[in-house]
């Protein structure tokens, strides 16, 4: 973050670290605002023609508008840096330790959502001559959240983008640092504070500056980057304990030996095969839009995908800036349904044809053929959802917790943590201990209907590769995610097994999706007027078996007066 006047630190700085960064896998950018000064302004132009390296927005630069700065920047990194793992929020007069730095991001774990110099019990300043000062108007609590210090932190990719979502429908609040640190506690994210993001508590010797005790230092003068870049240290500390301020209870992946089962055949060749398609509608084209669904349906299942079509898919039928989707079948040994799907996809151009046989043991074969699909057509989704064509999708409400407080860090679905594989060979499910010779296994979200980060599909399909093939669709996800580091959230809005209630409660805010439910039923809970219901009603809880506890979102709907009267960020 620089302002439009300091062009001393922005030269410095490229003379300095940056030049550390030509052969490593980091990159920067400036971020300014515009200034009055129309001479300032065309030299700024002509600076960035020449470095390429500025991104500056349309709102004046300053230091009630840093929020705002801090937001954008933060939008634009999520819709052009999309492959990076992390995003370092640096002020230009914060001396960065790059190698020190990118060592301890390949460590795991580095931090789970953002990390800095934090604080956990500050308090508004009320003073009102003070530069941070904070009316009770603005903000009635009398303690902050926990907050990163504004001068220099750093964000997972996923919570960049999340902070940039939730940012949107949060009062508007000057003090940049702990906005985000609303933001944080609004997504129910802990932030992680590491002593090596220094404040300014006097200067050292040069090589402390380059040792492993520093991430970045703040309030360094220009001349003083020279000196510490100048200076050649040798040797390197090793890197101090990071505390939590928050701890949160989170499922722990299933620490499992994958060295015999590894030996197994990859599936390096689960993806030779082709598709076959007349999709003619850019469904995934015409700009960003937040849930792309993957229906998985059967060739004979005609009739379910008429009905998903008239029922809750019917307000996207057209290219929505919400939700889009495709079916994904395979090939039926019936060639008159073969045929019938050719037609049927003619009208309709919304059928995802591959040519392997569709069937029960190909169902991995057929989720990682979709997954690659969208790893390499659609990159327009910020959410994938894979859901069968018997689940009941209640888009309304899955949308609205997408676009407020999104409830996962990767994926997200009913997940089973302690499963275990079944040795009944006459079991369906039957897995011999040849074939997994484990009691457990890791971590997974059940088949039927599961949601993740658009990113998490591309690592999928580059992890599949090198994972042994499994026969079992949504454990093989979780062996995936498992290599990955990835985690798996439980939402109980995700329903695979629980009784059924009356029609309005699968429109209600205790439903995203619901499995096993017949073609008739969902026609029927579509064609339900809910409005004469007390809400109440269905709000009450689920009459089936316990589903466990669960962090209500943070309900972030004001009332028009308030939202008159309030200060908001806009795009």
């Not at 700024?44 to 023609?49: A, F, L, R, T, V």
């Amino acid at each position: 973050m620089s302002t439009p006047t300091n062009v001393l630190q922005r030269k410095t700085i490229r003379n300095t670290y940056l030049t550390d960064l030509r052969k490593k896998p980091l990159k920067h950018v400036f971020v300014l605002g515009k200034t009055e000064d129309p001479r300032m302004e065309e030299y700024i132009k002509q600076e960035s023609d020449f470095y390429n390296d500025i991104v500056k927005f349309d709102f004046f630069d300053s230091y009630e508008n840093l929020t705002i700065k801090s937001v954008m920047a933060f939008k634009w990194a999520v819709w052009n840096c999309e492959h990076a793992r992390f995003v370092l929020k640096v002020d230009d007069d914060v001396w960065i330790n790059t190698g020190a730095l990118l060592r301890a991001s390949e460590s795991s774990p580095f931090i789970n959502y953002i990390g800095g110099f934090c604080y956990n019990d500050a308090e508004p300043v009320r003073e009102t001559q003070h530069k941070h000062f904070v009316s009770e108007q603005e903000y009635q609590g009398e303690k902050f959240p926990p907050y990163c210090n504004g001068p220099s932190y750093i964000m997972t990719m996923q919570t960049t983008e999340d902070v940039s979502i939730v940012a949107d429908y949060l009062p508007f609040l000057h003090i940049e640092d702990v906005f985000i640190g609303l933001c944080i506690q609004t997504l129910n994210y802990t932030v992680t504070h590491n002593p090596k993001f220094h404040r300014n508590d006097g200067y050292r010797h040069e090589c402390y500056f380059k040792s492993d005790d520093v991430f970045t230092y703040h309030q360094i003068p220009p001349r003083f980057f020279d000196i510490i870049q100048r200076n050649k240290c040798n040797g390197r500390q090793n890197f101090t304990e990071i505390s939590l301020v928050d701890l949160s209870q989170q499922y722990q992946l299933i620490n499992i030996n994958f060295a015999d089962f590894s030996k197994r055949p990859k599936c390096e060749k689960c993806f030779n095969f082709q598709h076959f398609d007349t999709i003619s509608n850019n469904v995934c084209d015409l700009g960003k839009f937040h849930l792309f669904a993957l229906i998985f349906s059967s060739p004979s299942n005609i009739n379910r995908r008429l009905t998903i079509r008239n029922t809750y898919l019917k307000p996207f039928r057209r290219q929505n800036p919400h939700l889009r989707f495709l079916f994904v079948v395979g090939n039926s040994k019936d060639m008159r349904e073969n045929t019938l799907m050719k037609e049927e996809n003619k009208q309709f151009h919304d059928i995802l044809k591959f040519n392997f046989t569709d069937t029960y043991l190909n169902l991995t074969l057929k989720t990682l053929n979709g997954f690659n699909w969208i790893s390499q057509k659609c990159r327009n989704a910020r959410y994938v959802l894979k859901i069968d064509d018997d689940v009941w999708l209640n888009a309304p409400e899955l949308l609205k917790s997408l676009q407020t407080n999104v409830p996962f860090q990767h994926v997200g679905g009913e997940c089973h943590f302690n499963g275990q594989p079944i040795r009944h060979p006459a079991s369906k499910y039957y897995i011999s201990p040849k074939t997994y010779p484990y009691s457990n296994f890791p971590a997974f979200c059940a088949g039927p209907s599961y949601i993740m980060r658009r990113n998490v599909i591309n690592d999928i399909v580059q992890i599949a590769q090198d994972v042994p093939f499994f026969q079992l669709e949504d454990v093989y996800i979780g062996m995936c995610l498992y290599h990955l580091g990835y985690n798996v959230t439980y939402l109980p809005t995700f329903n695979t097994y629980t009784k059924f209630q009356f029609d309005c409660w699968f429109k209600s805010d205790k439903v995203q999706t619901f499995h096993s439910v017949s073609s008739d039923f969902m026609s029927q809970i579509w064609r339900t007027d809910c409005s004469k219901y007390s809400h109440e009603l269905w709000k009450q809880g689920i009459q089936g078996k316990k589903m466990g506890t669960y962090k209500n979102f943070v309900n972030l709907t004001l009332d028009s007066e308030k939202m008159s009267n309030t200060k908001r960020i806009t795009q």
